[in-house]
C-alpha cells in the first residue's frame, strides 16, 4: 500500500520519480482501512529534504501510512519558507489531542548546546513525556534520540574531540530482534555528529537493549522493551549525497573537517559517494512499522492505555 502524503507536499513528486507508490487523498478517503497514523516531528534546518528521507523509506511498506508532519510551536526555522510550513506543518500545540501508532522525532544541529539551553528544550520535554499517553511507538533519531534518552533515562551526551562523519561499520547485536530481521552481521550507516553517548552510561536494569554497535562510534541503536521506544544516533535515513553536502557546506565555510571516512571511493571527493546503506535503511523502517501494525490497537483511543506486549 502507499504512503498518503498531502498532494502538494514537494517530496511526493520526487517520491514518485523514484517509483514510491504515493496515495493521492481524495482515493484514500474512499478506502475502507484503518492507515496507520505516523507523525513527523521535524526538527532539522531542511525540512523538505528531510520529510522526503522519511516519506521515502516509511511509503516503502506493504501498509497504507498516512504522515503527519509535525513541528515545535516556539521555534521559526531558517532554512524552510514559511509558506511550506503553513501549508503542511502543524505544531504540536495544535495535534497533541490526537493519537498515533508511531511518532519520529529527528534530529537538529544543537548537539554542542547542553539541553537546558536548546530554545525549544521545555516544549520538547512536554512533547516526549506526552508520546508516553499518546503514541503507540517511537521512534528517536540523532539528536532527538540524545534529547530523548537523556529526558527518559538521563544518559548523557559527550562532546568528541574531532567530528564522527562518515560511513562505519556497525555490528548487530540481537539478529532474533524484530527491528533487525533480515540484517546482515555487519553493515554500515552514516555517521555525522560531534557528541556521543557511551555504553557505560546504559542501566543496568535491562529497560533498554542494545541492538545496533560500532567499534568506531560506539552505540547505534537502542530499543526500550516497556516503552516502546527506538533510539537511533546515527543517520541511516541520509540519502547517498546528504554527506556530500555536509562537507561541502563545512569545507566552503572554513570550519575544520575530515574527508568523510568510508564515503567516497578511494577517500576523493571529486568522485561520486557509494550508498552503502540503502537496504538496511529500508529494512529498519520497514520492520518498526512492522511491528507498530502488528501490535497497535485498532482503536486509537486505546493507545497508550497498555504496554505490556513489549515485553520481548
Known amino acids: 500500500m502507499p504512503i498518503r502524503i498531502p498532494d502538494a507536499l514537494p517530496a511526493r513528486e520526487t517520491l514518485r ?20 497514523q505516523i507523525g513527523l516531528l521535524n526538527l532539522m534546518p531542511n525540512k523538505i529534504r528531510t520529510e522526503t528521507q522519511i516519506a521515502r523509506l516509511i511509503g516503502a511498506t506493504p501498509l497504507q501510512v498516512e504522515l503527519s508532519l ?5 521555534h521559526t526555522p531558517k532554512n ?21 501508532d508511531g511518532f519520529i522525532i529527528t534530529g537538529a544541529p544543537i548537539e554542542l548546546l547542553p539541553f537546558e539551553e536548546v530554545a525549544y528544550w521545555e516544549e520538547l520535554e512536554r512533547i516526549l513525556d506526552w508520546t508516553v499517553t499518546n503514541v503507540h511507538s517511537t521512534f528517536n533519531i540523532c539528536w532527538g534520540a540524545m534529547a530523548a534518552i537523556w529526558h527518559f533515562h538521563k544518559v548523557p551526551k559527550y562532546a568528541l574531540d574531532g567530528k564522527a562523519f562518515g560511513v562505519f561499520r556497525h555490528k548487530n547485536l540481537n539478529p532474533t530482534s524484530p527491528y533487525l530481521s533480515g540484517f546482515s552481521d555487519d553493515f554500515q550507516i552514516p555517521v555525522s555528529r560531534w557528541t556521543e553517548i557511551r555504553r557505560d552510561d546504559l542501566p543496568v536494569n535491562g529497560d533498554l537493549e542494545l541492538l545496533m554497535d560500532s ?5 547505534c541503536l537502542i530499543a526500550e522493551k516497556e516503552c516502546n521506544r527506538l533510539y537511533i544516533f546515527n543517520h541511516i535515513e541520509y540519502d547517498s549525497t546528504s554527506l556530500k553536502e555536509e562537507y561541502e557546506r563545512d569545507v566552503s565555510a572554513h570550519v575544520k573537517i575530515n574527508v568523510p571516512h568510508n564515503y567516497y571511493p578511494d577517500d576523493d571527493p571529486s568522485r561520486p559517494p557509494q550508498n552503502r546503506w540503502r537496504s538496511h535503511a529500508h529494512l529498519l523502517f520497514g520492520n518498526w512499522i512492522n511491528r507498530v501494525y502488528q501490535t497497535t ?13 513489549t515485553r520481548l
Open 297 to 309: 490497537p485498532f482503536d486509537l483511543d486505546e493507545i497508550g492505555n497498555d504496554r505490556e506486549w
Open 70 to 74: 509535525v513541528r515545535v510551536g516556539g
Open 215 to 219: 567499534n568506531e562510534t560506539g552505540p
Open 80 to 100: 524552510t519558507p514559511v509558506e511550506h510550513l503553513i501549508a503542511f506543518y502543524q505544531t504540536w500545540e495544535e495535534v497533541k489531542h490526537r493519537k498515533f
Open 17 to 36: 520519480k523514484e517509483g514510491v507508490m504515493v496515495m493521492a487523498e481524495a482515493d484514500a478517503v474512499r478506502q475502507d482501512i484503518r492507515p496507520l
